[in-house]
């Protein structure tokens, strides 16, 4: 599995297509798929992790257990997670813990990465694996 | 040495540190300055949390929610501080801190840590990111700890952002633990 994280606007999706040579409409988006990692057709590029992230805490769904689940059954994906953790504390519970929980999932994906790539104004640092 | 982490919130940046202090002290003489106020439910569900990640790594735990440079510390150790960002937010805004002189009150405490210890290691999170312009009272923080953040960096050994728990090195030799383990 491979991780591609970067802040808002980077170009994170656009060097995730370069390096498989997928087009975006093979893309898994976590904006509007299933909740559920077993609900999820064939998973190559998944982008967008954050959003994913988001809609299941408003529905009660675990994002850590959900990831988990995601890299056992797709263990050679690509995920794409912007990093949002680099803020002033949000007012709003829920904003905090979308953050906490979207920081923590993301810690244990980078982890259980082959590779961790981090891409700034469209180009990528390999900040973890070869 | 001064070792500055930064990251952004839930990054790992706390671990990552942790491990730095315990590396760099053979397990011994390991202080750990903890500057967040309780509060609320939340403020101490966190400081819980943190307790439990550092439990059984032989830190002795000191309470500087301000005023870190009139703390008595032993010397020659090896400190750890968490947060900068707890710390400045008090001086800015508890009333019996540094107030308007938040910045030079913070300075003076890191550089009384680094004159009394034999390794200081800073953790502080990275705020400035996220494009939102706020009211003036905490844009004013920002300031200050952003400040701070380039005074102390500039005397650094080492600085080293957590990217989701890996450490992407600025200045100084590479500490990557959490990597190693990860591939292992």
């Known amino acids: ?130 | 040495m001064l070792a500055v982490i930064i990251g952004g919130a839930a990054s790992g940046k706390s671990e990552y540190a942790e491990r730095l202090a315990c590396h760099l002290s053979g397990g011994e003489g390991l202080i750990y300055l903890a500057t967040m106020l309780s509060r609320d439910e939340e403020s101490n569900q966190r400081i819980c949390r943190h307790r439990q990640l550092r439990m059984g790594k032989g830190f002795q735990t000191v309470e500087c929610p301000l005023h870190l440079s009139q703390l008595q510390l032993p010397k020659k150790q090896i400190v750890l501080l968490e947060c900068l960002t707890n710390l400045v937010a008090n001086e800015r805004f508890e009333q019996n801190g540094g107030g308007k002189d938040t910045v030079r009150e913070v300075l003076c405490g890191i550089k009384y840590l680094c004159n009394n210890s034999k390794h200081v290691v800073v953790v502080t999170g990275n705020l400035f990111d996220d494009g939102i312009t706020y009211s003036q009272e905490t844009q004013q923080y920002c300031q200050d700890l952003s400040q701070i953040h380039q005074q102390l960096c500039r005397q650094a050994d080492y600085v080293a952002e957590v990217v989701y728990s890996i450490p992407v090195v600025y200045k100084g030799k590479h500490y990557n633990f959490l990597q190693e383990e990860g591939s292992r």
């Open chain 1, 1 to 130: 599995m491979r991780l591609i994280v970067g802040g808002y606007g980077q170009g994170k999706l656009n060097y995730a297509l370069s390096e498989t040579k997928l087009s975006q409409h093979e893309v898994i988006n976590g904006r509007d798929c299933p909740l559920k990692a077993d609900q999820l057709g064939q998973v190559r590029v998944f982008y967008a992790l954050e959003q994913w992230f988001r809609r299941q805490l408003a529905e009660g769904i675990s994002p850590f257990e959900e990831a988990k689940k995601l890299i056992e059954k797709w263990p050679q994906a690509v995920l794409i997670a912007q990093e949002i953790g680099s803020g002033v504390v949000p007012l709003h519970a829920e904003e905090r813990r979308w953050r906490e929980e979207t920081g923590r999932t993301c810690c244990m994906l980078a982890q259980q990465a082959a590779r961790v790539d981090r891409v700034f104004c469209g180009l990528a640092a390999t900040i973890k694996g070869e």
